[in-house]
């Protein structure tokens, strides 16, 4: 079973919109981080965001905010404003406390947003 | 800032032939990790390494083995390559510790295997 879900292989918004990626995740443990990474057509990954399991607040960062309902185990980004920039492939990822090793995160399989002018 | 540095972006070669990606991290970073990047497959971990000389097999190590004789450079080998490695592979590293830890990514490398 996948760990990390991305149902939204692509997502269109137009431009100065807000719109959101969904990621639900699968875990048993109470710890855990979530992070959101950018990539845009270039291939460089891009770190955006970090939720810890036990943070009590949504992260934000700018224009990116994490939804996070924890009972529901989902984890979506939100974008705010989107521009012409925000063009890019979307990954989710989690990091659990390893069963006997390192801390090896899990990604989803990614969603494409295109945004229009 | 963080600087994770791969030897090429893109790259040609024949079947059969031995590729070396190499890649460099200036951040002193325990962890490094090798990822094959298909469509639609999202990244999948090919190998890791936590300390110098310490390597640990990923989700998909069949074709491939690393090096790390240094903390900062990490090395993904094909022995001899073949077309269904042709691929996007990215280099990233973090610290060891922690559910916090962010993971910083090079530019990867769009190989060809022809």
């Known amino acids: 079973a996948q760990k990390i879900t991305q149902t939204q292989p692509g997502m269109f918004v137009q431009e100065k919109e807000a719109v959101t990626l969904d990621c639900t995740y699968d875990t048993s443990d109470p710890s855990y981080g979530l992070f959101w990474y950018k990539q845009p057509s270039s291939g460089e990954m891009i770190f955006l965001i970090y939720?810890?399991?036990?943070?009590?607040q949504n992260a934000t960062e700018g224009r990116y905010s994490l939804n996070f309902q924890k009972a529901r185990k989902s984890a979506n980004l939100v974008i705010s404003a989107s521009q012409l920039g925000d063009s890019a492939m979307y990954f989710c990822?989690?990091?659990?406390?390893?069963?006997?090793?390192?801390?090896?995160?899990?990604f989803g399989r990614g969603t494409s947003l295109i945004v229009h002018p | 800032d963080v600087k994770v540095t791969q030897s090429s972006r893109y790259l040609v070669k024949r079947t059969g032939e031995k590729v070396f990606l190499e890649c460099v991290q200036d951040?002193?970073?325990?962890?490094m990790f090798w990822y094959r990047q298909d469509p639609g497959l999202g990244l999948r971990l090919i190998y890791f390494?936590?300390?110098?000389?310490?390597?640990e097999k990923g989700d998909i190590p069949e074709g491939y083995s690393v090096s790390r004789e240094k903390k900062e450079r990490f090395s993904l080998i094909l022995e001899s390559a073949s077309t269904n490695q042709t691929s996007m592979y990215l280099c990233a590293s973090s610290h060891l510790a922690g559910i916090w830890e962010t993971q910083y990514f090079g530019p990867g490398t769009r190989l060809l295997v022809l």
């Open positions: 939720q810890g399991s036990y943070d009590q």
């Open positions: 390494s936590y300390d110098v000389k310490m390597k």
């Open positions: 990822a989690m990091r659990e406390p390893p069963s006997g090793g390192s801390y090896i995160p899990t």
């Open positions: 951040m002193d970073h325990e962890n």
